[in-house]
């Protein structure tokens, strides 16, 4: 108000000081000076306050706004309903429904971006062969409590971002010699890895019987929905144990705590893909979120004996595989990558 009323008293001194109709051009000229001089100094004043404004309110957002909403904000170093990261988050999810996609929680790096918004990249391990380099690989982005993956592991032999939905499930054109065929004509020396469904449950302890380097086993449960384990880890897990020495029990309790993991952050499982083959093995996937993975973890606490499966993922060297193959009684294989070694 008083820069007002200041530049009106300016105005009124200038309106007095003006020349009269006729004078002479010295005057003019004068006159015309001072008030371009009094405009410049308005003009000046009102870019100074602004230009000071709109730093204050950068500061403001930047030195207050933005750090009040990375704390306000979940931290992917800290999920708000575990306490843990989000690699170990991502771990439990591609444990339960991805067979040759391990995550390695202690590969986790943050980068803040500011208002509640990170990038996490961590290392995804791919199961069906491949050197492995220690090093990040793949990246999310992390922001109010989601994530959505922002870089893909090079060669990966599924996607972080889907599913593959078709290597489970009963498949009535299904041959199995023909595929023993076709697997024959490969070099002896050829590594093999497949995920296959049983015509009917067959026991872990059976499978591990065989010479088969056994991957991931979906169990076998009473409910709409079931989950997967990993049964080889290529990294020590937190809890300090290789998954192919843990026996059933052991991977029934590691099974169950990967559900309460992803149980615990309701806001991160709504927005995952669950989709797997039905618990009978005949067609159809199901698209589940937390109702049904409450539902199976319910179910296979209650469980007890020796872990049953109808769909799980192996590999093996090429004559390992035919052998299995043609003595298993089975109703879908998946081929999932050959490696010529």
């Not at 008030?35 to 500061?59: G, P």
């Not at 904000?73 to 800290?78: I, L, N, R």
């Not at 979906?218 to 079931?226: G, K, L, N, T, V």
Request: glycine share 6%; aromatic share 8%.
């Amino acid at each position: 108000m008083k820069e007002m009323e200041h530049w009106e008293e300016t105005l009124e001194a200038l309106r007095a000081e003006m020349p009269e109709s006729g004078a002479d051009a010295a005057a003019e000229a004068a006159f015309e000076k001072r008030l371009e001089k009094a405009i410049d100094r308005r003009i000046r004043k009102i870019c100074l306050k602004t230009i000071a404004v709109v730093l204050v309110v950068l500061a403001v957002v930047f030195l207050g706004i933005s750090p009040l909403m990375n704390l306000l904000c979940p931290d992917p170093e800290k999920l708000p309903g575990s306490g843990r990261p989000l690699t170990a988050y991502l771990q439990a999810y591609y444990d339960t429904v991805q067979p040759f996609t391990e995550i390695v929680v202690s590969s986790q790096s943050v980068e803040k971006n500011g208002f509640g918004r990170y990038t996490v990249q961590f290392q995804s391990l791919d199961h069906t062969g491949g050197a492995v380099v220690v090093r990040p690989n793949a990246a999310a982005e992390y922001a109010y409590g989601a994530y959505r993956i922002t870089r893909e592991p090079d060669d990966a032999i599924a996607p972080l971002t889907s599913l593959l939905v078709n290597r489970f499930g009963t498949d009535a054109a299904f041959d199995k010699q023909a595929a023993i065929e076709r697997l024959q004509e490969l070099p002896a020396s050829s590594r093999i890895s497949l995920s296959a469904t049983a015509a009917e449950p067959v026991s872990l302890a059976s499978l591990r019987q065989t010479p088969l380097a056994l991957e991931w086993m979906q169990i076998e449960a009473d409910s709409e929905w079931c989950g997967g384990i990993r049964l080889y880890s290529m990294v020590v897990r937190e809890d300090g144990d290789w998954r192919q020495e843990m026996d059933d029990e052991e991977l029934r309790q590691a099974y169950l705590g990967n559900l309460e993991l992803l149980l615990s952050e309701p806001k991160l499982l709504s927005g995952l893909s669950f989709s797997m083959p039905a618990p009978d093995g005949v067609g159809g996937y199901v698209m589940t979120g937390e109702t049904c993975v409450r539902e199976n973890y319910e179910v296979v606490s209650a469980q007890e004996g020796p872990l049953m499966t109808r769909c799980f993922s192996f590999s093996g060297q090429r004559d390992e595989v035919l052998a299995y193959l043609e003595q298993a009684d089975l109703q879908g294989v998946h081929i999932e990558k050959v490696e010529l070694i």
